[in-house]
């Protein structure tokens, strides 16, 4: 007879397995819960111990790392030295495993784990059966997801055995499967003992979707969900409604939740191509809508929305007069639901913005050849250590708007520069090879709007005075940026020049 081993965690659809295995000849070896579970369901089993002749110990921590589990699994049946020490040892070939690991990641996402429960959760053994049944796939078939099973009855049932591409693509998919599960034991503890920059970097990731196209039509595509992802992050919000997101839509709704992320008040951000279009805050989230759509009523068409409060019937109603791609909310009232949901093609997205302080995970960009991994910019603003450099001091009001605006200059692309009043983002020049470029961006699409409570923010220092020149003879009264630059006084001079008040933060936010 054929021998599979059998020790799993997750026992969803294993009897049926086994059972269909058992029609077709195998024998089975089981261990501990596993072996209960199959008893239990009428299945007949043979006890690990009973293969090896040596017992469980140290509290099951060591029960198949033993020459005669190994051994049955790594003997090459085609190599005749092989074929007579396990005769000479009594070694029977075990021909399929079937081992899924302890739930190491179940037990960490716990918010209460301790150290202790999470040791004690990394399996050695189930690892060691699957890489050396992995390594003799020629011989033996390695299975470690559930939604293989039914495949691999199948195709023992009408061929008496796996194919060979069938095992070569189990093995390579068990040998995953371990890197994947040792690289989140390599993080945790790396986290736990405050290894920031380790000498092997070990990320794991699971597939979420596979695009239909990646930023263009001939590019492929595919999705991955942090193995631990953030409570507020657009992997683990609920699409409520809509087309399947793209890969474009992804990477703009996840900059549009990171502009999000700054606001308390009642808040709606627009978001176009990775820059923000419009950004309004108000006392009600409608009025905030007003506000944001205002800002720049040309590029919100089919834009990304993200609104950090409930959506209501009248701010729904409003939205659903353009053509937008997606919607991001904390909930939606039943009936504003429905009024959005007429549009068929419409992204409805339902997130925890409750979380959106957690710590966040650290960014990993791709180069040719690497990978760029820093921390999320999350530092958090602290106006009163900014310094005011010009001769005109803010008012309180304009200290408060010059935060506003340097929360949103954050967020955009490099060079930025933000106008906007207490209300909204007037006018955003973004992307550009020179500051002065997306000053006048800026300054031009704030257009009328620039009244006597309007700022400007630049993400870094100004390299001349020109911008400064700029802002003022269109009539901007207050300006934040990082200084740092050796012309800084040539700015601050022109600030005092049209008695403008100027406030240099020390920290640039650069986003390229």
């Not at 429960?117 to 053994?125: L, V, Y």
Request: proline share 4%; glycine share 6%.
């Amino acid at each position: 007879m054929k021998r599979a081993l059998v020790s799993v965690s997750d026992k969803k659809g294993l009897a049926p397995f086994i059972k269909k295995l058992v029609a077709n000849d195998f024998e089975i070896i089981s261990t501990g819960g596993t072996k209960k579970f199959l008893d239990e369901a009428g299945i007949k089993t043979i006890a690990v111990e009973d293969v090896t002749g040596f017992p469980e110990i140290l509290d099951g921590r060591v029960k198949t790392l033993n020459p005669l589990i190994h051994g049955a699994l790594l003997g090459r049946r085609e190599v005749p030295a092989h074929v007579e020490t396990m005769k000479k040892m009594h070694i029977e070939p075990i021909d399929l495993v079937c081992v899924n690991l302890y739930p190491f990641k179940q037990t960490i996402e716990k918010s209460d784990v301790k150290l202790a429960d999470a040791i004690e959760n990394i399996d050695i053994g189930g690892p060691s059966m699957l890489r050396s049944a992995s390594k003799n796939y020629q011989d033996v078939t390695v299975v470690t997801d559930p939604k293989d099973y039914s495949v691999i009855a199948q195709e023992i049932a009408e061929k008496g055995a796996t194919t060979l591409q069938t095992r070569a693509k189990l093995a390579a998919k068990a040998f995953r499967h371990t890197a994947a599960y040792d690289a989140l034991i390599a993080q945790y503890l790396s986290k736990r003992t405050g290894v920031e920059a380790p000498e092997e970097l070990t990320l794991t990731y699971n597939l979420e979707d596979t695009m239909r196209y990646g930023e263009n039509s001939h590019q492929k595509a595919w999705f991955y969900r942090d193995a631990l992802p953030s409570k507020y992050a657009l992997s683990s919000a609920e699409q409520l409604h809509g087309k399947k997101l793209s890969y474009n839509n992804i990477k703009d709704a996840d900059a549009a939740l990171r502009i999000a992320r700054e606001f308390d008040e009642p808040t709606v951000v627009a978001l176009k191509h990775m820059n923000p279009c419009g950004i309004g805050r108000a006392s009600s989230l409608e009025t905030a809508w007003d506000l944001a759509y205002q800002a720049d009523p040309i590029s919100i068409f089919g834009g990304v929305i993200v609104l950090n409060r409930k959506v209501d019937v009248a701010t729904a109603q409003k939205m659903h007069q353009l053509f937008l791609e997606i919607i991001i909310a904390p909930a939606f009232e039943e009936e504003a639901f429905a009024i959005l949901a007429k549009k068929k093609n419409l992204r409805l997205l339902q997130l925890d913005f409750a979380s959106k302080n957690e710590r966040p995970q650290k960014e990993v960009v791709s180069v040719l050849g690497g990978l760029l991994v820093q921390e999320q910019d999350v530092l958090h603003e602290e106006p009163k250590k900014w310094e005011i450099v010009t001769k005109v001091k803010p008012t309180a009001e304009q200290l408060s708007t010059l935060l506003f605006a340097w929360k949103a200059v954050k967020h955009t692309k490099s060079n930025a520069i933000v106008v906007a009043n207490s209300k909204r983002t007037l006018g955003i020049g973004a992307g550009q090879p020179n500051r002065i470029d997306s000053t006048k961006i800026a300054i031009k699409k704030a257009g009328s709007a620039i009244d006597d409570e309007a700022v400007l923010a630049s993400d870094a220092f100004f390299p001349m005075d020109d911008c400064v020149e700029y802002a003022a003879e269109h009539g901007i009264k207050a300006i934040v940026q990082p200084g740092g630059s050796i012309r800084d006084k040539d700015s601050i001079a022109m600030a005092d020049k049209f008695g403008i008040t100027m406030l240099t933060t020390g920290i640039r936010h650069f986003r390229h």
